[in-house]
């Protein structure tokens, strides 16, 4: 794929872009996305990474995060059954218990994220096998909260991916188990961790405390993508659980409708967000990690009343088109970028199981906005070479 993006697969196609005669002209009828297409490309995406990890297994977060879009998507997916096994399997290997990391450290939030999956499996089939082990580290995470000091200096969620990894579960512990303590410590942690990082007049949020004040080399604030993108799937996941009446609800709906906001201001003409924020001559190109969390998180907030669907229905189907048109030949995600802490280079062929998952989360929500059609000029810009997409 070097020097070329992917022209944007037919299988999310209902009609074909139809052209004028003049080979320059623009597209005359937007592409629809349906719900069967959609289900088609994300099984595709799915049974990809399900033939990649063939006979390799990890409770991190890079399968937690992958997991839990596998969870919520096989729920719709027309092979969901095939789905949930995998997932069963994988938490049987795990012994439904949440890796430890850093033995240091047992409140690490990037170790509860695989709870996720294991609370998805414990409501379809409740047992306290499935639920003991986490809701134990759980206890552990609470009662650390609980003896730090008011203005405890040293975050316990320093870095702002922990905010999509470790949240989520301990709102749904609440939900499952009828007690707010799980919920509550969240609470305190979260909005410790949202004043430290959350720029207010950008709104978005640094990675961590390293990168406060500090400017990329073209004098732009460093803002990372994936980073930010775990924080609004995050938000989405979270809000799902947790009561309509929590007092700091609102707080939480005001900093999600703030961050989406922004970020669609953000997306490049092609659908897709660059690795830093506000400044995409950084690292020139699209990157599908950040792309496809903000899709998830914007996908939802649609379909929860929190965000207008005339105004942001485009967003997410620029983004969805571009998503699907960047996979690798082998169905796999494509323009990921590895494991890190800051915006970097993507490569076409760049790939990682946890953005299988977003893709996931993806298509869970976007099948209920189905069938939409893609705006002329994303239609446009998603069959053009990869070099004339660069802003």
Known sequence: MTGTRLLITTSILISLVIRSISQAGPPMVSPTISSAQIIKDADETADAQLTALAGKFSANWIWGAMEVGYSKFSHVSTKGGNYS??????????????????????????????????????VAHPSSAKIDPLRKRLDLFVETIKAEPENAPKLTWWWCDALFMAPPVLARMSAITKDPKYIDAMDTEYWRTAASLYDREEHLF??????????????????????????????????????????????????????????????????????????????????????????????????????????????????????????????????????????KAVTADGTQPYTTGSILLDATEILKLAPIEVPKAAAATATAPYADKRD
Request: aromatic fraction near 12%; hydrophobic fraction near 40%.
């Open 206 to 343: 640094y990675r961590d405390g390293r990168f406060v004040g500090q400017k990329d080399e073209n004098g732009k604030k460093i803002f990372w993508s994936r980073g930010n993108g775990w924080v609004l799937g995050g938000l989405a996941s979270l809000l799902q659980y947790m009561p309509a009446d929590y007092p700091s609800r609102r707080k939480y709906v005001a900093l999600f409708k703030e961050m989406a906001a922004r970020l669609a201001s953000l997306q490049s003409a092609d659908g897709t967000w660059h690795p830093s924020l506000i400044d995409p001559k950084l690292f020139d190109g699209p990157e599908t990690s950040g792309t496809s969390l903000f899709t998830y998180g914007i996908a939802w907030g649609i379909n929860n009343n929190l965000l207008d669907r005339q105004t942001y229905l485009p967003v997410v189907a620029r983004a969805w088109s571009a998503i699907i048109s960047d996979r690798r030949p082998d169905g796999l995600p494509g323009y990921v970028e590895g494991v890190a802490d800051r915006p």
């Open 85 to 122: 096994d995998a997932l069963t399997a994988w938490a049987q290997k795990a012994d439904w218990t949440p890796p430890t990391s850093k033995k240091s450290n047992l409140v690490l939030a990037d170790d509860f994220c695989i709870g996720q999956t294991f609370l998805d499996l414990y």
